[in-house]
């Protein structure tokens, strides 16, 4: 996987790539490296990051070849915040592994974290040749498509991962946000809607809700709506989003 540069722009829920065990070459740097490898995707799984960096770089050392220890050691050093470093790493795994969707995913996923979304996007593009029906990359693909201010996009590739991933409350709720920059805030508003039926604590679908109720003239629907998104939203994930529905609040209110 939100948090917000613009208006847009959505970081925080972007999703870090599962781990990435594919089987290594079978030599003898191979079999020495798997150990501290395997290590490293235990401290990886139990929230040690650092920890996890050291048992990879232990790896590479033993095999400088094993591309997904670079991959994984990338995937920690951005759970360290550590961008410069983890994109070196998925450099180095592209071009050990250059036809993997791995690194190219993981590029993009430090990439967008870091607001470089026209790199994020080539790299999502060059993931998808190689992993087509990956639901998660067309997901980041249109959020960053959608910080890039390209709606439209933005909605084909939300579409394309609803298609493979079915009724998913955060793809629903952002293709809501692609809906109310593209001008459709009725279909915004559907989106929302569905999305608390399927998770009535998602918060931030209220929040949808009231921009796209605003939109459509219902003055008073909207006030409930930003309403209980100051209710139920994040003190702090939730805070620029909160700013927003509250100077909302009181300007509908002081229409009344």
Same mark, same amino acid.
């Given at each position: 996987?939100?948090?917000?540069?613009?208006g847009?722009?959505?970081?925080?829920?972007?999703?870090?790539?599962?781990?990435?065990?594919?089987?290594?070459?079978?030599?003898?740097?191979?079999?020495?490296?798997q150990?501290?490898? &395997?290590?490293?995707?235990d401290?990886?799984?139990?929230?040690?990051?650092?920890?996890?960096?050291?048992?990879?770089?232990?790896?590479?050392?033993?095999?400088?070849?094993?591309?997904?220890?670079?991959?994984?050691?990338?995937?920690?050093?951005?759970?360290?915040?550590?961008?410069?470093?983890?994109?070196g790493?998925?450099?180095?795994?592209?071009?050990l592994?250059?036809?993997?969707?791995?690194?190219?995913?993981?590029?993009?996923?430090?990439?967008?974290?870091?607001?470089? *979304?026209?790199?994020?996007?080539?790299?999502?593009?060059?993931?998808?040749?190689?992993?087509?029906?990956?639901?998660?990359?067309?997901?980041?693909r249109?959020n960053?498509?959608?910080?890039?201010?390209?709606?439209?996009a @933005?909605?084909?590739?939300?579409?394309?991962?609803?298609?493979?991933?079915?009724?998913?409350?955060?793809?629903?709720?952002n293709?809501?946000?692609?809906?109310?920059?593209?001008?459709?805030?009725?279909?915004?508003?559907?989106?929302?809607?569905?999305?608390?039926?399927?998770?009535? &604590?998602?918060?931030?679908?209220? *929040?949808?809700?009231?921009?796209?109720?605003?939109?459509?003239?219902?003055?008073?629907?909207?006030?409930?709506?930003?309403?209980?998104?100051?209710?139920?939203?994040?003190?702090?994930?939730?805070? @620029?989003?909160?700013?927003?529905?509250?100077?909302?609040?009181k300007?509908?209110?002081?229409?009344?």
């Open positions: 996987m939100a948090l917000r540069k613009s847009l722009a959505i970081l925080a829920i972007l999703m870090i790539a599962a781990l990435w065990l594919g089987p290594a070459l079978a030599d003898e740097n191979t079999d020495a490296a150990a501290p490898f &395997n290590q490293g995707v401290a990886l799984s139990q929230g040690n990051p650092a920890l996890a960096v050291e048992k990879f770089t232990a790896a590479i050392k033993l095999d400088p070849d094993m591309a997904e220890a670079y991959i994984n050691r990338g995937i920690a050093q951005m759970k360290l915040e550590q961008w410069a470093d983890a994109v790493d998925f450099d180095k795994a592209i071009e592994a250059p036809q993997a969707p791995e690194p190219y995913y993981n590029r993009g996923l430090a990439y967008s974290r870091q607001g470089v *979304f026209d790199k994020a996007l080539a790299d999502y593009t060059t993931a998808l040749k190689y992993a087509p029906k990956d639901w998660q990359i067309y997901y980041n249109g960053t498509r959608l910080d890039l201010g390209q709606a439209p @933005a909605l084909k590739d939300y579409d394309q991962a609803l298609k493979l991933h079915r009724e998913d409350p955060k793809i629903l709720y293709r809501s946000l692609a809906y109310l920059a593209a001008g459709k805030p009725d279909k915004a508003l559907a989106d929302a809607d569905k999305v608390i039926e399927l998770d009535p &604590n998602y918060a931030r679908a209220a *929040f949808s809700r009231g921009q796209a109720l605003e939109k459509l003239g219902q003055k008073y629907e909207a006030l409930a709506a930003y309403r209980q998104f100051l209710k139920t939203g994040h003190p702090d994930t939730d805070a @620029a989003l909160l700013r927003q529905a509250l100077a909302r609040t300007v509908l209110e002081g229409s009344k």
